[in-house]
């Protein structure tokens, strides 16, 4: 599976932003899809996933009630829209694909896209 994600940017405090990740490939047995994150000098952490048939989402506690996880199976497309941005939320994003397992460990996910930079600036 190859996953392309796109939509960071630069954003004030506050600010809002949806990036996207265009899946193609072996998709159907990707059940799980999620998004995580890498700081600079710190390790990658999970953000938000969701089961294909998008039954079933999970967040991080620092980004629930902010983020919102969605996708469209019609599309190969999954979204993670982003509110009320705030300095700690600048890392890279990346979205991952996996068959299934602890939604919250990168073991979890086969499939890698190359990142996405989002910066949150006061």
């Known amino acids: 599976v190859q996953l392309q994600a796109c939509g960071g940017g630069s954003v004030q405090v506050g600010g809002s932003l949806r990036l996207s990740c265009a899946a193609s490939?072996?998709?159907?047995?990707?059940?799980?899809m999620g998004w995580f994150r890498q700081a600079p000098g710190k390790e990658r952490e999970f953000v938000a996933a969701i089961t294909r048939s998008g039954g079933m989402t999970y967040y991080s506690d620092s980004v629930k009630g902010r983020f919102t996880i969605s996708r469209d199976n019609a599309k190969n497309t999954v979204y993670l829209q982003m509110n009320s941005l705030k300095p700690e939320d600048t890392a890279v994003y990346y979205c991952?694909?996996?068959?299934?397992?602890?939604?919250?460990?990168?073991?979890?996910?086969?499939?890698w896209g190359q990142g996405t930079l989002v910066t949150v600036s006061s």
């Open positions: 490939g072996r998709t159907l047995d990707r059940n799980l």
């Open positions: 991952a694909a996996g068959p299934g397992g602890v939604v919250t460990s990168l073991r979890s996910y086969d499939d």
